[in-house]
């Protein structure tokens, strides 16, 4: 297993852990094959019935793209940068387990998608979720896609094309957090739930669920390839590479 993931036991429930907390658990690429390769052993090891994805520290949920990693990706490597990333997603949907995010802080860019994907979301009044990735010079594109299946078409533009966080209340209000409680009972209200769902009758949760898994996949590709070609575009241009370059300067400054 990565360094980059850690697994902790809550009974017959995993608490799988983005383990990056000084970067905000921004995915990089070590984080994001952690997180899937992970996925697949927990979905095959019958001692667990479910699975809660959180993320180290109480800061972030995860931060979305690791900026200094994404610096130093070029323009013919965008396509397999991006699709490690988006694997993640799809593992989380094709996993047959109950999957709660357990949001812990902010959820922005690529955590707000691995949010978006799993089976349920818990929040607390101080978590953030949000796809800032426009304004970072980076196309919206996977996640506008993965908006779409939640949110109505307007609110999705908005979110999309400005980049804005919503606070809890307003993702709660949509839908977004299924629950939102005191930020000590995140993990336990998150197990509590995949509880729930792993105590269903089992053909009936599985085709449940199989049908939801349809009706994500049924455009991820064409999402992810589209994605490719606007990151390549943009990449191409200099456009994030010189956002991404203001933003550690002012950091380090």
């Not at 919206?140 to 779409?148: A, E, F, L, N, P």
């Not at 509590?192 to 996949?217: D, I, S, Y």
Request: hydrophobic share 45%; with cysteine.
């Amino acid at each position: 297993m990565s360094d980059a993931v850690r697994v902790e036991m809550q009974g017959d429930i995993a608490l799988l852990i983005f383990n990056r907390p000084a970067s905000l658990n921004a995915l990089n690429t070590p984080l994001a094959r952690g997180i899937a390769e992970t996925l697949v052993e927990l979905d095959a090891d019958p001692s667990v019935k479910g699975i809660v994805l959180t993320g180290a520290g109480d800061r972030a949920f995860c931060a979305g793209a690791d900026l200094v990693e994404a610096r130093g990706v070029q323009v013919h490597q965008i396509e397999e940068w991006f699709g490690t990333v988006c694997n993640v997603y799809r593992q989380i949907v094709m996993t047959e387990k109950p999957v709660i995010a357990a949001l812990n802080g902010i959820a922005s860019g690529g955590g707000f998608q691995i949010a978006l994907v799993s089976d349920l979301r818990v929040g607390h009044p101080g978590t953030r979720l949000g796809q800032p990735e426009v304004n970072a010079g980076i196309p919206s594109v996977m996640g506008s896609y993965w908006i779409s299946l939640n949110l109505p078409w307007s609110l999705n533009q908005e979110l999309s094309m400005t980049g804005r966080m919503m606070e809890a209340d307003e993702a709660q209000r949509f839908g977004l957090l299924n629950r939102v409680v005191a930020r000590e009972q995140v993990i336990p209200t998150a197990c509590e739930l995949a509880e729930l769902l792993a105590g269903k009758l089992p053909t009936a949760f599985a085709r449940t669920k199989k049908r939801f898994r349809e009706v994500a996949l049924r455009g991820f590709e064409e999402a992810f390839r589209a994605g490719v070609l606007g990151q390549q575009e943009a990449f191409a241009k200099g456009e994030p590479q010189r956002f991404i370059d203001d933003f550690l300067a002012k950091k380090k400054g």
